[in-house]
C-alpha cells in the first residue's frame, strides 16, 4: 500500500451541506494534492498543498478550499454540495522535487462521496 | 476538445493477445508523459513513465510522438492479471502535481 490514508472512505450529504474529507500523506512527503473523479472519468486536479500553502488550482470553485497542517496531512473541504460533486475524491502525495521527473504520486483509495 | 483524450473501450481481448491503448494530448508544453493503472475501485498507480525515445518495462512497451502529441502503450501476451483501466497522463506544469488525466481506457482479459 502507498502509506496514504483518507478518511472518511464513503459519505452521503444532501444539497447545500458541507462536507470536511481528510488526508495524511505518506511518510516523508510534504506534498499533497487533491484530485476529483467522477464515475467514468479521470481524476480531476483540484489543488496541491505545500508547506500549507495552496501551489496551484484546477478549474474548481471557491466552494472547493483546502488546509495543509504542519504534519503535511491535508483536509478539502467542500462547501454548498451539488449533485455533480458525488465523485471519489483522491488525496496523492509526493515529495517535493521528485514528480517532474517520475510522474508519480502516490494516491490515497479515496473518498466516496454521494450528494443526493 | 479535453486535454488528453483516450478511447474509453472497453477492449476485450483473450489472455495471450497484444492489445494497444492510443492517447493524444492538446497542448504541446506538455512536459512530461506516463502511463498510471487504476484496479476497479482502487486508486491509480504509476505504471510507466514514457519517453520520446521509447521504453519497454517487461510486456509493456510505451512510445511518445511529440510532433503528433501522441502516446501509445502496447501489452503483449496479456493476463487475466492485466485487466484494469489504463490512464494516460500529462504533466504540464513542472512540479506542481497538477497530472491531466485521461478519461481511462478499460481493459478486460478473458480466459
Known amino acids: 500500500e502507498t502509506g496514504v490514508t483518507q478518511s472518511p472512505t464513503h459519505l452521503i450529504k444532501t444539497r447545500g451541506q458541507q462536507v470536511t474529507l481528510r488526508c495524511s500523506s505518506q511518510s516523508g512527503h510534504n506534498t499533497v494534492s487533491w484530485y476529483q473523479q467522477a464515475l467514468g472519468q479521470g481524476p480531476q486536479f483540484i489543488f496541491q498543498?505545500?508547506?500549507?500553502?495552496?501551489?496551484g488550482r484546477g478549474n474548481f470553485p471557491p466552494r472547493f478550499s483546502g488546509l495543509q497542517f504542519p504534519n503535511y496531512s491535508s483536509e478539502l473541504n467542500v462547501n454548498a454540495l451539488e449533485l455533480d460533486d458525488s465523485a471519489l475524491y483522491l488525496c496523492a502525495s509526493s515529495p517535493t522535487g521528485v514528480l517532474l521527473n517520475t510522474g508519480e504520486l502516490f494516491f490515497g483509495e479515496g473518498s466516496r462521496l454521494t450528494v443526493l | 476538445r479535453k486535454e488528453v483524450e483516450q478511447d474509453p473501450g472497453p477492449f476485450n481481448v483473450p489472455e495471450g493477445a497484444t492489445v494497444a491503448f492510443n492517447c493524444t494530448y492538446s497542448n504541446s508544453a506538455s512536459q512530461s508523459f506516463f502511463w498510471y493503472r487504476q484496479d476497479c475501485r482502487k486508486e491509480p498507480k504509476l505504471l510507466m513513465s514514457?519517453?520520446?525515445s521509447g521504453n519497454e518495462d517487461g510486456r509493456f512497451t510505451a512510445q511518445l510522438n511529440r510532433a503528433s502529441q501522441y502516446i501509445s502503450l502496447l501489452i503483449r501476451d496479456s493476463k487475466l492479471s492485466d485487466s484494469a483501466t489504463y490512464l494516460c497522463?500529462?504533466?504540464?506544469?513542472?512540479?506542481?502535481?497538477?497530472?491531466?488525466f485521461g478519461q481511462g481506457t478499460t481493459l478486460q482479459v478473458k480466459p
Open positions: 498543498y505545500y508547506r500549507e500553502e495552496e501551489n
Open positions: 514514457v519517453y520520446s
Open positions: 497522463v500529462v504533466n504540464l506544469q513542472g512540479n506542481t502535481g497538477k497530472l491531466i
